[in-house]
Structure formats: structure tokens, C-alpha cells
């Protein structure tokens, strides 16, 4: 069963019942796409960081789909997860109850971004890049992936991006896109950055060679 709270353009029975995933895509492309025009919106991003284990089967039923992977320290991660974890509880206690979990999540999620080196659809920035340099940035992802670079940083935020559970999101919003501190040092005890340091994988070849080249392409925009 799928459970769709908050999307009223799926229709009620399409909610606790097996449907196609071909179906289910189309409904829900037609639903955003109706969405941002409602909202006079170019289009629409959706950011869920999962998907990223979904990248090859998104493709599959959204061929026209263009996806960012932002590259962060996987210390810093696996740090700000431990961190929710002890801070908030709920889901993200049950997702990251110890550091090995989380440092399984981060070796999961780089290597299924490194997967996807060969596709064009994909492209790699470094976190800490976009945090620094934020309009080159985006005039550097609007041009990979032909949008109007003369109208990023024009965009408006039409609906909330943080429900009443979401204490994470609503804390991190409302001006202007900085760098997260690390929680490195204060996150974690000294035995579970040994883990970290010890678990974390290094960037695969190919992922690091992706992310050089947006370095390199990068200082064309800065």
C-alpha cells in the first residue's frame, strides 16, 4: 500500500491499494506539473535525499528527469545524523540509533551517487562550493541543464517546505543559505569519530573525478 498524506491530486483510490508504478509516476508528474503552473512556477524539485537509491528506476519512468547530487564530508553527515538523532528522536532515532548505522547510510548513498557517473541526466556539485559560492552555483546548474541562468536567484518560495514535525527544517529556514556548522566535535564522542574515521568510505574514483571536473568548470561562474 502506498500512503499519499498531503497530495490531494491522487485520487482516493489509488490510496491503500497496489498501483503500477507506471501509473503511479504519470500521476503524480501530472499533479506537480498542474501545481506549478497553479503557483505561475518554471517547474518543480523534489529533494527527498532516499532517492538517491532510486536514481536508475526515477529515470526509467521520468527519462526527462534531471538530477543534482550535492556532495557533502561524509564526517560532517554522518555527524549532523547522530546529532538529529540525540536532538529530535522519532524517525531519526529509529533510522541512526548508533554511528554504524549512519556511516552505513553515507557509504550507501555516495556509492549509489557513483553509479551514475556515466548518465548525463546526473550531475555533481561539492556542498561546500554551494554553500560558498551560491549564485555561480546555480548559474553553473542552470546551464548544464539548459534552464534560463536569468532568472536563478528570482525564484520564490510559493509553499512551506517544513510541516509542524519537521522542527529540523523549520529551524534551518527563513534566510539567506549558509553552511551548516559542523557537529563533528560536539555530536560525537571521541570513540565514534574513531568509528567514523575508521568506517567512512574514501569518494570513489569516478565520483571524485566528477567532482574535479565541476571544480574545474566551476571557476568559469565565480
Known amino acids: 500500500p502506498r500512503l499519499w498524506e498531503g497530495l490531494d491530486f491522487i485520487p482516493d483510490n489509488f490510496r491503500g491499494r497496489h498501483v503500477s508504478m507506471k501509473r503511479l509516476a504519470a ?14 512556477c518554471l517547474g518543480w ?15 526509467h519512468y521520468v527519462p526527462d528527469a534531471q538530477i543534482v547530487h550535492i556532495i557533502r564530508d561524509g564526517r560532517d553527515v554522518v555527524a549532523s545524523m547522530r546529532d538529529a538523532a540525540l536532538k529530535y528522536g522519532g524517525h531519526w532515532e529509529v533510522l541512526f540509533p548508533s554511528i554504524e548505522y549512519a ?21 555533481f556539485i561539492r556542498y561546500n562550493t554551494l554553500t560558498q559560492f551560491q549564485a555561480p552555483t546555480l548559474q553553473y546548474i542552470a546551464a548544464n541543464m539548459a534552464l534560463d541562468s536569468t532568472k ?17 527544517k523549520s529551524e534551518a529556514v527563513g534566510g539567506a543559505l549558509q553552511k551548516a556548522s559542523s557537529k563533528w566535535l560536539t555530536a560525537l564522542t571521541d570513540q565514534e569519530r574513531y ?23 566551476i571557476s568559469k561562474y565565480v
Do not use: C, Y
Open 27 to 40: 500521476t503524480f508528474l501530472d499533479g506537480m506539473d498542474a501545481l506549478a503552473k497553479e503557483q505561475n
Open 152 to 168: 536563478v536567484g528570482k525564484m520564490k518560495q510559493s509553499l512551506t517546505i517544513a510541516n509542524d514535525r519537521e522542527k529540523w
Open 103 to 123: 556511516i552505513d547510510r553515507w557509504n550507501s548513498d555516495i556509492s549509489a551517487s557513483a553509479s551514475q557517473t556515466n548518465d548525463p541526466r546526473n550531475l
Open 45 to 59: 524539485l523534489e529533494k527527498s535525499p532516499e532517492h538517491v537509491q532510486f536514481v536508475r528506476e526515477i529515470l
Open 195 to 217: 568509528e567514523a574515521d575508521s568506517g567512512l568510505i574514501q569518494l570513489p574514483v569516478n565520483l571524485e573525478n566528477a567532482l574535479k571536473s565541476f571544480d574545474t568548470e
